[in-house]
């Protein structure tokens, strides 16, 4: 779109539109709830001052975090559940430089934020003033767009398209970076404010409509069709056309880690996750189908493998609001640019009702064959038990944070979601730390959801300093510490790859429970296996934030697994260590 509209306030008939003289920092916060903001997320700091004295008179609700990473995961958090724009507020400097890793992240996964900073006055940018960082060039590469405003007069308009570019096509984190001067200056504020042009942001929703027959034509003529649906269904809350396409066409579905929930898990048309620790049914489908239908997914190479042997037998469909993910990795045979949700809906009416009974003979045959499974054995605890437990109590009605590493991996294993964004970890940028600031964001997007963070114990080791946020803001975030003693996946890797030379990979953990307590949080502690159930009980019943240090085995390893330059199909860790020929 060349142009884009945002309706504010309206005027009362008999009303003539008043200019007032506002500062910047309080035109900030009356725009901040013109977009619709209800929540902050930051840390406050000298030159940021101003806003937070506006805020102050503000009916805004800010959340005082204890890092300014931290605060960029929650309002990351509170993005992907809710659906809306997340808002992160810091300083300047080091206030600005603490959100890098946040804003990667949101960036990698295509999550819409919007990071207000400070900065030193106008006049003394490029002097090395006191917290003086160059924010706008450091972030440029990690933000959908970013901004300097120079003049309080442009603030309004900036902030419109901030949120704009944020939410639109797709989705991303957008910097504005706000001079102390700026937020103290004044200027008119008033209600027929110009339009917002654009003429460099375009987006095409609707997509061609020749390719969508020619999409719904090669699933009809398909005799092993898959779905591959990825981050994109979500974010473009296309979950509904998506389940309607898949039960009209009658096609097995995979999904990546980011599209899990896009499509209930629990139907019997999936497959599951694909990729270096998906299911082996959904890898042999992939690499078995003539049809190829991916949809908001980018084809990363944790998905594809050896890309050169990617559905070697497939034609590929390639549903994607991005022109540029179009055959960026894998060669697209039917691309459709525009909006899932709207490509969906009209691709339906084309789709012709098929058995399809012999390829899912197959599936089945694989599903029979190649099941997730673990050995139970024994009084220790197995970190997929945990899983499949607070799976059972909370009926997979639970929104699930995690960090990155095994304990990410055996969540999507053995969790089943059956629901769009009740699933939430950090996918491309893989940052540790994530899960338990997320899930903050997350309970107070949604406060009347059960929210569990499922981590490991050093991931929650990076950002455990936020409890206290939690716990004064009264919130029953639950956190399941999967606690083997080690940088788990590293210590995977090094053990298949290094000789299990584990160097530097094993850590001396705090008392996590006791680490909890002193928090102001309830911590508890489970070493035995039969203590499991009752714990995960108690746990779910606490109405405060509550740390359970998990005690599991310290060797346990995520099957199956695609090694680095494999094909999906050439899995290790199969009940039987053999290859499906292709």
Request: charged content about 20%.
């Amino acid at each position: 779109m060349s142009k884009s509209t945002v309706s504010l306030r309206p005027e009362m008939p008999g009303n003539p539109p008043q200019e007032m003289e506002k500062t910047g920092a309080q035109i900030l916060c009356e725009m901040l709830q013109r977009e619709g903001v209800d929540t902050i997320f930051g840390y406050p700091g000298g030159v940021v001052l101003p806003i937070f004295d506006a805020l102050y008179h503000s009916p805004i609700r800010f959340i005082l975090s204890r890092h300014e990473q931290g605060a960029t995961h929650m309002a990351d958090g509170y993005a992907r559940a809710s659906g809306k724009v997340g808002v992160v507020l810091v300083t300047s400097g080091p206030g600005s430089t603490n959100i890098v890793t946040g804003l990667a992240t949101a960036h990698a996964d295509s999550i819409p934020l919007v990071a207000i900073t400070g900065q030193v006055k106008t006049f003394l940018i490029g002097n090395d003033a006191f917290q003086e960082a160059d924010t706008t060039g450091i972030t440029r590469p990690i933000t959908k767009h970013n901004y300097i405003v120079k003049d309080v007069k442009d603030l309004a308009r900036i902030i419109r398209e901030a949120f704009h570019i944020a939410r639109t096509g797709r989705p991303g984190p957008v910097l504005i970076d706000l001079p102390v001067d700026v937020s103290t200056s004044k200027a008119i504020l008033n209600n027929g404010m110009d339009e917002m042009d654009l003429p460099g942001y375009r987006i095409r929703e609707v997509g061609h409509g020749r390719q969508i027959i020619r999409a719904a034509e090669a699933i009809n003529a398909a005799e092993r069709p898959v779905i591959y649906a990825g981050g994109g269904v979500v974010l473009s809350n296309a979950s509904a056309e998506l389940s309607a396409l898949v039960q009209k066409a009658n096609v097995p579905i995979t999904t990546t880690l980011l599209g899990l929930g896009c499509f209930d898990q629990n139907d019997p048309k999936s497959l599951h996750m694909l990729g270096m620790h998906g299911t082996a049914y959904a890898n042999y489908a992939i690499q078995q189908c003539d049809v190829l239908v991916a949809i908001g997914a980018r084809f990363d190479d944790r998905i594809t493998g050896d890309v050169k042997r990617f559905a070697p037998q497939a034609k590929i469909i390639h549903i994607d609001i991005d022109p540029t993910s179009i055959s960026k990795s894998v060669k697209v045979d039917i691309p459709v640019v525009g909006d899932a949700r709207l490509i969906l809906s009209e691709m339906v009416q084309y789709i012709e009702p098929r058995g399809r009974e012999k390829w899912f003979a197959q599936i089945n045959e694989w599903k029979k064959k190649y099941p997730l499974t673990y050995k139970n054995d024994g009084e220790g605890i197995k970190p997929q038990y945990v899983i499949e437990e607070v799976c059972r109590q909370t009926k997979g009605n639970a929104l699930v944070c995690t960090g990155v590493g095994q304990h990410q991996m055996w969540t999507t294993q053995f969790y089943r979601f059956g629901q769009p964004r009740h699933f939430i970890s950090s996918g491309g940028l893989g940052t540790m730390g994530f899960g338990f600031p997320a899930a903050i964001g997350a309970q107070i997007a949604c406060p009347g959801v059960t929210v569990v963070d499922i981590d490991g114990d050093s991931s929650f080791s990076m950002t455990l300093n936020e409890l206290p946020t939690a716990v004064e803001q009264k919130l029953p975030v639950k956190v399941c510490v999967l606690n083997n003693g080690y940088m788990g996946m590293v210590r995977q890797w090094q053990e298949l790859f290094y000789g299990r030379r584990y160097s530097k990979s094993y850590l001396q953990n705090p008392n996590f429970a006791k680490v909890a307590e002193a928090f102001g949080a309830v911590g508890l502690t489970a070493t035995k296996k039969s203590e499991v159930p009752c714990i995960i009980e108690k746990m779910l019943q606490e109405k405060n934030c509550c740390v359970v240090d998990f005690h599991v085995e310290r060797e346990e390893n995520v099957w199956p697994m695609v090694a680095a330059g494999k094909g999906l199909h050439e899995m290790a860790g199969l009940p039987t260590e053999t290859v499906e020929r292709l």
